[in-house]
Structure formats: structure tokens, C-alpha cells
């Protein structure tokens, strides 16, 4: 009997040292790391993000993250590239936050450098604020899986390490 106690006891504190293991750990920007513009663990940000998701970005890079059509990385009958999807099977999670977030608020051409690039992608300078623009890349990150989000907090510090002009 004392026996039998004694192991229920020991599993759960091994099922609380897991818990505390798994909360520091879990990938997706994180406010006490510098190189993390995201916050794709705060829920609050989160929450606000998905709202203006819905709003300003689902009409062109679908309701689920889906991008805007299938054939994605062709150009349409305009000439231009349609959305591609913001979900694992697309290339935003590529692309470091900063970069993320300057392509949404100066747009493509812009961010990039590229002076005649033609895109159908919006700049939001003006439309959102800088920490809308974060809340909702942030909601986009916040539906990676893990191991995508780890890759993209390894991507920020690596960019974040690199000297720029
Ligand atoms: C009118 C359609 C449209 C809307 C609305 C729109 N986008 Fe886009 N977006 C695009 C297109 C088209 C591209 C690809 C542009 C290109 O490569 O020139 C793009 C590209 C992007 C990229 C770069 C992705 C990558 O993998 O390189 C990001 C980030 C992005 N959009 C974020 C957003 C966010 C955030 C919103 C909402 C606040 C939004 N977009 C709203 C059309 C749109």
C-alpha cells in the first residue's frame, strides 16, 4: 500500500517536471528573447491577430491559411503572383519576422528593394499599426507546428546575429 502511494507520487512529479520542461521550451517568439518580433505563444496577441486576419488578409490568402489558389507559385492571367498561403505548405515561415513585417507594411516592392515589382500584395502603412501588423503575422505563426515554429525562432536569432548595411 505505501508502496503503491509512493509510485502514484513519483509519477506525478514527473508529470509536473514534463509540464514545467514543455512551457519553457515551446518555440514561437518569445518576449525575453530579443531576436523574437512575434509573440505567437501570447494568447491575447494572438487573439487580435486572428481577428484582423479575418478582416484584412483572409479575402486573398484564404480563411484556413490556404493561399488564394492551388497553383499558387504561377502567375495569374493579370501577370501577377497570387497570394501564396500562409500555413507550413507556403513560404512565410522562410522569411525572418523583420522581413515579414516590413513586407506587410511597405509591401513587396519595398521591403525588397525591387523598384519595378509589380504585386497584388497591399502595403498596410497606414491601414494597421505596427503592433496590429505584429499581432496578426504573430496569429499566422501561431498556427505552425512546433517543429516549423523552432526552425522559425532558430531563423530570427540567425538573421538578428548577421551584420547589415
Ligand atoms: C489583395 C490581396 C491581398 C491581401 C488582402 C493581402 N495580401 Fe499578402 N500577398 C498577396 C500577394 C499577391 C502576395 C505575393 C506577392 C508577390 O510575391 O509579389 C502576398 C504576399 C504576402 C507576404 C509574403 C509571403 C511570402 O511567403 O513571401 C506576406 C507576409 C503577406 N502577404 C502578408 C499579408 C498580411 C499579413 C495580410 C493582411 C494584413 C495580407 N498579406 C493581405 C496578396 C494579398
Known amino acids: 500500500m505505501t508502496r503503491t ?4 507520487m513519483g509519477g506525478g512529479v514527473a508529470a ?22 512575434l509573440r505567437a505563444n501570447d494568447a491575447q496577441v494572438v487573439a487580435l ?3 484582423i486576419y479575418t478582416a484584412e ?11 488564394e489558389v492551388a497553383n ?9 503572383l497570387p497570394a501564396p498561403p500562409h500555413d507550413a505548405t507556403g513560404h512565410t515561415w522562410h522569411h525572418p519576422d523583420q522581413v515579414l513585417f516590413d ?3 511597405l509591401g513587396v516592392a ?8 509589380q504585386s497584388a500584395m497591399p502595403a498596410y502603412e497606414g491601414v494597421l499599426t505596427d503592433d496590429e501588423i505584429i499581432a496578426v503575422l504573430s496569429f ?11 526552425r522559425h525562432d532558430e531563423l530570427n536569432r540567425v538573421y538578428n546575429r548577421e551584420p547589415r548595411s
Not at 502511494?5 to 502514484?8: E, H, K, S, T, Y
Not at 488578409?57 to 493561399?67: D, I, K, V, W
Not at 499558387?72 to 501577377?80: A, E, K, M, T, V
Open 5 to 8: 502511494v509512493w509510485l502514484a
Open 16 to 37: 509536473v517536471a514534463i509540464a514545467a520542461t514543455l512551457a519553457v521550451s515551446r518555440p514561437g517568439g518569445d518576449a525575453a528573447d530579443p531576436a523574437q518580433l
Open 49 to 51: 491577430g486572428q481577428t
Open 57 to 67: 488578409c483572409a479575402a486573398c490568402h484564404g480563411t484556413n491559411l490556404e493561399g
Open 72 to 80: 499558387w507559385r504561377s502567375p495569374g492571367p493579370d501577370g501577377l
Open 103 to 105: 513586407i506587410t507594411k
Open 110 to 117: 519595398r521591403a525588397a528593394n525591387l523598384q519595378n515589382h
Open 140 to 150: 499566422i505563426k501561431s498556427t505552425w507546428p512546433d517543429d516549423i515554429r523552432e
